[in-house]
């Protein structure tokens, strides 16, 4: 069975710092992998996803990913981060024989810090 | 814009007392799903409706039920709810669901507060 597991729960960063957030998913199948932003009592917003092709995946507000299948991960990346990028935010993994399902990791609290 | 909407957006209800969520959505979607999400925890599906038809997870607890009259309208039904209830309730929707991927939209959410 699908699993993500995001290795950190919370990451503290000072602002214009460089941040990974990490992320690793266990399947048997091809799969499609995601990363969701969720700001303080607001809903997901999609902030890029991996599909097919190039590995790595730019994403909305500067973010990027790659996708490492021999390590099966799927790190977010940002070279500099703003106050405004504090959030929480959730990897998830669909496999192409699930019809869309999102399994979800637990999150990671990014806090950025002037 | 096309949106998903939730009301209330926060709600109040008391142990044992029938409380129903609602979700909107102008984005003609196929597919509207419910998830529950609790206090730093990932968001949980609890079910998908297809069109008209109605898919619930396998862990889901029967206290919750939905309805989806049309397309654009879906409802999440807490007969019963208990304590362990309380949580962020997510709305999405996706224009189809198959074998290709299809985008999940959001909406801001319901925070449920049980008394």
């Known amino acids: 069975a699908q699993s993500v597991t995001q290795l950190d729960s919370q990451v503290p960063v000072f602002e214009e710092a460089p941040v990974e957030l990490r992320c690793n998913y266990s399947?048997?199948?091809?799969?499609?992998l995601f990363w969701y932003v969720q700001y303080p009592n607001q809903g997901l917003q999609l902030l890029l996803k991996y599909l097919s092709g190039s590995t790595l995946v730019k994403g909305i507000n500067g973010f990027e990913a790659e996708f490492n299948k021999s390590q099966t991960s799927f790190h977010l990346r940002k070279p500099s981060v703003h106050i405004s990028d504090t959030a929480e935010y959730f990897c998830a993994v669909s496999e192409d024989n699930q019809g869309g399902k999102l399994i979800f990791g637990q999150g990671t609290e990014l806090s950025v810090k002037p | 814009d096309a949106m998903v909407i939730q009301n209330p957006r926060y709600q109040v209800t008391q142990f044992g007392k029938p409380v129903t969520l609602s979700c909107s959505q102008t984005l003609n979607h196929n597919v509207m799903y419910w998830y529950q999400q609790k206090s730093s925890q990932a968001p949980k599906l609890l079910f998908h409706?297809?069109?008209?038809?109605?898919?619930n997870e396998a862990d889901t607890p029967d206290n919750f039920q939905s309805r989806r009259p049309n397309t654009s309208f879906c409802f999440l039904d807490i007969r019963s709810p208990g304590l362990g209830d309380a949580a962020m309730y997510l709305c999405?929707?996706?224009?189809?669901?198959?074998?290709?991927?299809?985008?999940?939209?959001f909406g801001p959410g319901t925070r449920l507060t049980v008394t």
């Open positions: 999405a929707t996706s224009r189809d669901i198959g074998t290709l991927f299809y985008e999940q939209y």
């Open positions: 399947s048997s199948v091809s799969v499609y």
């Open positions: 409706y297809y069109d008209k038809d109605f898919n």
